[in-house]
């Protein structure tokens, strides 16, 4: 399988729980993001990471996100003491920096977080 | 701040009509992406613009950039059912960093 791939699909949590998301992007890409996306709206920017760098983190974001890619291959992302707002869809995307599909985000099927 | 906003929200069409969806940033862009999301899936990538007044079609689907990279448009020629999805811009900047607009949701009437 050459695509990208979230676990867990789903996950289902009490408020103030940490969680831990996981991202395996396509092996040969450099750069990996991380949006969040809510219901009737677009994906929403929260970081990226370029091999192993965490090149820019949105400014929205609480310090209660933060996202690791160690030896710039997988990716996780922990959200600690987790708050309703925090239920959405979380994407993980990666692209290649060269080549003929240079800055194609090729997506993962996401992680469905709902906090109760 | 940087922001991409996208216009409309929802469009509904009967099949064969031609449907636009049109995207504006706030700051001028490095480079522009589309991507279409069907329901309950993810997004995929349709195109990238990166030159200044660019135009590129992919069959019924046209692509445009404006000519100061700040806004940008994608037309839909005789719709069918298959193009029914949300439809999303994402502003790119030379930082390789992507906001998305708020989408289209394109319905098409049979």
């Known amino acids: 399988d050459t695509g990208v791939s979230q676990d867990p699909r789903h996950k289902i949590t009490k408020r103030g729980q940490n969680v831990t998301f996981r991202c395996d992007p396509i092996s040969e890409h450099n750069r990996l993001y991380w949006y969040r996306q809510t219901l009737g709206q677009g994906p929403e920017f929260l970081t990226y990471f370029q091999n192993e760098a965490q090149l820019e983190k949105s400014r929205l974001l609480s310090d209660r996100f933060s996202a690791e890619r160690p030896k710039g291959s997988f990716s996780t992302l922990e959200i600690q003491r987790t708050e309703q707002g925090d239920s959405a869809m979380y994407l993980c995307a990666s692209s290649s920096i060269q080549g003929l599909k240079n800055n194609e985000q090729f997506f993962g099927p996401g992680t469905r977080l709902t906090v109760l | 701040g940087q922001q991409v906003m996208q216009i409309p929200q929802y469009q509904h069409v009967q099949e064969g009509e031609d449907f636009t969806t049109y995207c504006n940033s706030s700051?001028?862009?490095?480079?522009i992406q589309w991507y279409k999301q069907r329901p309950g899936g993810h997004p995929v990538f349709l195109i990238q613009?990166?030159?200044?007044?660019e135009v590129k079609k992919q069959k019924r689907l046209t692509f445009q950039f404006g000519e100061a990279k700040k806004n940008s448009s994608l037309h839909i020629t005789a719709t069918q059912t298959t193009d029914v999805g949300t439809y999303f811009c994402?502003?790119?900047?030379?930082?390789?960093?992507?906001?998305f607009g708020t989408g289209t949701r394109l319905k098409v009437l049979a």
């Open positions: 994402a502003g790119g900047w030379r930082t390789y960093k992507y906001i």
């Open positions: 613009l990166v030159k200044s007044g």
């Open positions: 700051t001028t862009l490095s480079n």
